[in-house]
């Protein structure tokens, strides 16, 4: 590839500097999770693998899964998983700044530390058995942006809507965030550029979504067919399509209506701070302002205009495809585009460094990295006693099944119903991160789906599980049982050991 392509062989020193601040920015922000074993749901049940497939329309994971315990296995080891993740979002931010051609020294530091420090990540880490390869989604995602925006050859847009495949293949609501970076680019060239050279940039853009799009379609139909497989109806993907119109528009009315109410509630707890709502709407106002007075010509500011009313769309596109009760914090990854926006524009027009605008946006974007960077630690502290209390809770079990009179080992264990302790210890301090999914569930994780899981591969039980306890539930031995944690909560009946815990 030609050198005045991002002319890298100039700009390398630059790009490793930005890398290195974004890598070390990362390791500062995360290094809870990275440095202990911390775990949600799916974490408990699996520590060497698992997650969505092909079935989900997770194609090119499927690959990527299959390929990697082929040949080293998957192991889901905070450091090592931990420090790749962190590579692929460093880079990842690297390309976002090349994208827009962030000259200012400040600003690119701004982007660098509002990314890093987005809550998104903590809840990607806390899958940390997914999160390399999320990761690495993220990161095609950025590069089929740089080529798309940056890339002078058909050869360049070809790859883009590859990359853009494959990421939409390793999860699918990262296509949000490549459309977004598209559409900010776009609102980004109106400053400089006539509506002809904008509209041409439209045409390409849509060219690279909709090739990419049918690169996604057809990569995941083939591996479809190869594995005899037929797609789920996973968070309702493949029941979108059979939507009435009506459905449609209210999904996409819907979609604004939540986009807007972020700057006056809580979206997905990634902006629970009233003052974090507040410095994040100035940075909107400042900054969507004055790129609208530095446009010069009309047509360019129509289509500015246009851009920005199709931003909270685009971003929000997995409200339109999902029913809102299947978004979880995982697919709000696009929102990132919204965030860094300000400092993007502010870069454009650059502004001068001591104007009040430019230093409105940029104390305002250093209270949103800090108000982020406390709530990313705040997730892992909660993280880190949750476990601690669920596996004390059920090592304390485990004991009492073992002291059980006539206990053997070689017998099944049921566990019947959810824990309802009263002696549990809740913490209301946490209540401002309970809108953000992913984590674990609002209880901790005492009744997760997978407690099972949990107890064999973090307590180290594991004897034959009965799932299906209908048929002891209606013996009159367990009508008669107390509730745990009470005396009598455990019982061998008919040679399986049962806990009632509710």
């Keep these: ?20 601040i974004a890598f070390l920015t990362g390791l500062f922000v995360h290094m809870y999770i990275l440095t202990n074993k911390l775990i949600n749901y799916d974490e408990a049940s699996c520590p060497f693998g698992g997650g969505g497939n092909v079935t989900f329309g997770r194609w090119f994971y499927f690959i990527l899964m299959y390929l990697t315990k082929k040949i080293m296995g998957i192991y889901s080891a905070q450091w090592l998983y931990g420090v790749i993740s962190i590579v692929c979002l460093s880079a990842s931010v690297v390309c976002i700044l090349l994208t827009y051609d962030v000259k200012n020294r400040v600003n690119q530091v701004l982007v660098i530390f509002l990314f890093m420090s987005f809550p998104v990540i903590p809840v990607t880490l806390a899958f940390m058995f997914l999160s390399p390869f999320y990761c ?51 609102i980004s060239l109106c400053k400089n550029s006539s509506y002809q050279l904008v509209l041409k940039r439209v045409v390409l853009f849509l060219a690279v979504a909709v090739v990419g799009g049918l690169f996604y379609y ?28 009506g459905n449609w528009l209210q999904r996409i009315t819907h979609s604004y209506r939540v986009f807007f109410q972020s700057f006056i509630s809580d979206y997905y707890g990634l902006t629970e701070n009233t003052v974090f709502r507040i410095a994040f709407l100035i940075t909107i106002i400042v900054s969507v302002a004055f790129m609208f007075i530095k446009i010069m010509d009309r047509i360019v500011k129509v289509l500015y205009m246009f851009f920005l ?37 502010i870069d454009v027009i650059n502004l001068e460094k001591k104007s009040i605008a430019s230093t409105i946006i940029v104390l305002a974007v250093i209270f949103e990295v800090a108000d982020y960077a406390t709530l990313d630690n705040e997730i892992y ?32 264990v049921a566990f019947v119903g959810n824990v309802s302790d009263p002696t549990l210890t809740s913490w209301d301090e946490f209540s401002n991160i309970k809108n953000i999914h992913g984590i674990g569930e609002e209880d901790g994780l005492i009744n997760i789906y997978s407690r099972t899981y949990f107890v064999q591969n973090y307590v180290g039980f594991s004897p034959a599980w009965i799932v299906n306890t209908k048929e002891i539930e209606t013996t009159e031995e367990f009508r008669n049982m107390s509730v745990y944690p009470d005396a009598g909560s455990i019982q061998i009946i008919d040679g399986t050991v049962v806990v009632k815990f509710e």
Excluded at 225 to 230: D, L
Excluded at 322 to 331: N, Q, R, S, V
């Design 1 to 20: 590839m030609q050198a005045k392509f991002i002319e890298i062989d100039k700009n390398w020193k630059k790009i490793c500097q930005l890398f290195l």
């Design 218 to 245: 057809i990569a995941n139909k083939m591996m479809l067919f190869i594995t005899h497989t037929e797609m789920t109806d996973y968070k309702g993907i493949n029941s979108a399509g059979k939507l009435a119109i």
């Design 381 to 412: 502290m909660k993280m880190q006693m949750a476990y601690n209390q669920a596996f004390s809770y059920y090592n304390t079990v485990v004991t009492q099944i073992k002291s059980l009179d006539k206990y053997e080992a070689d017998m099944p």
């Design 136 to 186: 690495f989604g993220i990161f095609l995602g950025s590069l089929s942006v740089l080529l798309a925006t940056k890339g002078e050859k058909r050869f360049c847009f070809l790859v883009s809507a590859i990359l853009l495949a494959c990421s939409m293949g390793i999860y699918q609501a990262y296509v949000g965030y490549i459309l977004g970076l598209l559409l900010l680019y776009l």
């Design 309 to 345: 009313a199709l931003l909270p769309l685009v971003i929000n596109m997995m409200f339109v495809v999902c029913e809102e009760k299947d978004i979880y914090t995982l697919m709000v990854f696009p929102f990132i585009v919204i965030l860094i926006m300000p400092i993007i524009l």
